[in-house]
């Protein structure tokens, strides 16, 4: 559908507008918060909770195009989470966030907002993923912002997924940052060679983070000490999440990522990621909830 075709079929529903590079952006706004929604990877740019600030971090340098992920937001990391185990030169991260999504319908009330998108194909990456499938995903914009990504296998095989929504959040400064909840959860870490451990008390960001957690159970917290601001994530039918900072050589290294970038974000993603990767019979569904509260 084209932007004018779905500024007349969403009007007095939503904004929607040409945004960077030409993709259509829809954006809501009721009483308690505002939000906008990429439908390229059905990405969430901007959520704003009334006088909280931009909970977000988007990069100043990310690419808008179909088929490139945008760098920020929220990411739909979908069917496979990182790298694709079986073929090699597929993208990083599945395909979810490099499709063209499609808008199906936006409901209001005075302080909520319900955005429901759905994807149904991957035109041109079948060779990686042919499998039938719907995946429907409903975000509902208020006091807070709630993320419902369901996976309905459409198919006559099981289907093995992993996935993450890989949430970029935006803090004052990351040195000043504590991500809490983790606390006797084993992780795999990612950085250099590797390594597996048991996380003891907070997750304080003073270099390189890239850690898979497991058996993650509790309340996810993002404390941040330089602004008075708290997220708190709640995460549904999902036992592991993932903690994300490049730091300084590899922000250097991301062309879409500023050099000081790393500074004012933290990625602390909900997953369904190794261990906890899901498999879902014919003609059943998966749903991976999150839901994001700023105190
Ligand atoms: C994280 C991964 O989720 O995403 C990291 O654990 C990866 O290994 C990061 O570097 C960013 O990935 P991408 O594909 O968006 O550059």
């Given at each position: 559908m084209t932007i004018d075709e779905l500024k007349s079929k969403f009007a007095g529903k939503c904004i929607v507008k040409e945004g960077p590079g030409g993709l259509p952006v829809i954006g809501v706004c009721n009483a308690a918060a505002s939000a906008e929604i990429c439908l390229m990877g059905a990405h969430l740019m901007s959520y704003v909770p009334n006088g909280r600030g931009e909970v977000l971090w988007m990069s100043s340098q990310s690419s808008f195009e179909v088929g490139k992920a945008i760098r920020g937001g929220i990411p739909v990391c979908w069917p496979w989470f990182s790298k694709n185990p079986m073929f090699e030169d597929a993208p990083m991260h599945g395909l979810a966030r490099i499709m063209m999504w499609e808008l199906v319908d936006v409901f209001s009330t005075e302080k909520q907002t319900i955005v429901k998108l759905a994807l149904n194909a991957v035109p041109g990456y079948e060779q990686f993923w042919n499998y039938r499938f719907s995946l429907e995903y409903t975000i509902t914009v208020g006091a807070t912002l709630t993320l419902s990504l369901k996976t309905t296998n459409k198919d006559d095989r099981p289907m093995h997924i992993t996935q993450a929504l890989h949430t970029y959040f935006n803090v004052g400064d990351i040195t000043k940052v504590q991500v809490e909840g983790l606390d006797g959860c084993s992780y795999l870490n990612k950085v250099g060679d590797g390594g597996t451990g048991v996380r003891q008390g907070n997750r304080i960001i003073d270099c390189e983070v890239d850690e898979v957690y497991q058996g993650v159970k509790r309340t996810l917290v993002v404390r941040d000490g330089s602004i008075p601001r708290t997220i708190l994530v709640n995460n549904f039918n999902s036992n592991s999440a993932v903690v994300w900072n490049p730091w300084i050589a590899k922000s250097q290294r991301m062309?879409?990522?500023?050099?000081?970038?790393?500074?004012?974000m933290v990625c602390v993603e909900s997953g369904n990621v190794i261990d906890d990767a899901r498999d879902i019979q014919p003609g059943e569904s998966h749903e991976l909830l999150a839901v994001i509260t700023v105190k």
């Amino acid at each position: 559908m084209t932007i004018d075709e779905l500024k007349s079929k969403f009007a007095g529903k939503c904004i929607v507008k040409e945004g960077p590079g030409g993709l259509p952006v829809i954006g809501v706004c009721n009483a308690a918060a505002s939000a906008e929604i990429c439908l390229m990877g059905a990405h969430l740019m901007s959520y704003v909770p009334n006088g909280r600030g931009e909970v977000l971090w988007m990069s100043s340098q990310s690419s808008f195009e179909v088929g490139k992920a945008i760098r920020g937001g929220i990411p739909v990391c979908w069917p496979w989470f990182s790298k694709n185990p079986m073929f090699e030169d597929a993208p990083m991260h599945g395909l979810a966030r490099i499709m063209m999504w499609e808008l199906v319908d936006v409901f209001s009330t005075e302080k909520q907002t319900i955005v429901k998108l759905a994807l149904n194909a991957v035109p041109g990456y079948e060779q990686f993923w042919n499998y039938r499938f719907s995946l429907e995903y409903t975000i509902t914009v208020g006091a807070t912002l709630t993320l419902s990504l369901k996976t309905t296998n459409k198919d006559d095989r099981p289907m093995h997924i992993t996935q993450a929504l890989h949430t970029y959040f935006n803090v004052g400064d990351i040195t000043k940052v504590q991500v809490e909840g983790l606390d006797g959860c084993s992780y795999l870490n990612k950085v250099g060679d590797g390594g597996t451990g048991v996380r003891q008390g907070n997750r304080i960001i003073d270099c390189e983070v890239d850690e898979v957690y497991q058996g993650v159970k509790r309340t996810l917290v993002v404390r941040d000490g330089s602004i008075p601001r708290t997220i708190l994530v709640n995460n549904f039918n999902s036992n592991s999440a993932v903690v994300w900072n490049p730091w300084i050589a590899k922000s250097q290294r991301m062309a879409d990522f500023p050099d000081d970038g790393y500074k004012t974000m933290v990625c602390v993603e909900s997953g369904n990621v190794i261990d906890d990767a899901r498999d879902i019979q014919p003609g059943e569904s998966h749903e991976l909830l999150a839901v994001i509260t700023v105190k």
